[in-house]
């Protein structure tokens, strides 16, 4: 069975920091991009960024660069988001996603999602 958990959502304020964790199990971590989307209240989800098994990044978001990085650990099967300079924009419900090889990382090709973990920036 495949699981998706992430971790390390909660209560900032502006200017914060925080760093997402998503560890994945029953999958062959390696052979799958990985990524974040997130999902503010009201509004539908969004693709965050990405990162492909040879470790290229892709950020779609363009109020996040430059403030957000992500990166994997394949021995770990952990892929993070590290979240500086939180803004209260960035509050969302953060989902971490899996897309077999490097194939086209969008919402309806999404092989495995994680349950998602909650941020709060407050202003």
């Known amino acids: 069975q495949v699981q998706l958990v992430e971790s390390g959502g909660g209560l900032v304020q502006a200017g914060d920091s925080l760093r997402l964790s998503c560890a994945a199990s029953g999958l062959p971590f390696s052979s799958y991009a990985m990524g974040w989307f997130r999902q503010a209240p009201g509004k539908e989800r969004e693709r965050v960024v990405s990162?492909?098994?040879?470790?290229?990044?892709?950020y779609y978001v363009d109020s996040v660069k430059g403030r957000f990085t992500i990166s994997r650990d394949d021995a770990k099967k952990t892929v993070y988001l590290q979240m500086n300079s939180l803004k209260p924009d960035d509050t969302a419900v953060y989902y971490c996603?899996?897309?077999?090889?490097?194939?086209?990382?969008?919402?309806?090709?999404?092989?495995?999602w994680g349950k998602g973990t909650l941020v709060t920036v407050s202003s």
């Open positions: 996603a899996a897309r077999y090889r490097d194939r086209l990382f969008v919402t309806d090709s999404i092989d495995y």
């Open positions: 990162i492909t098994r040879s470790g290229i990044t892709t």
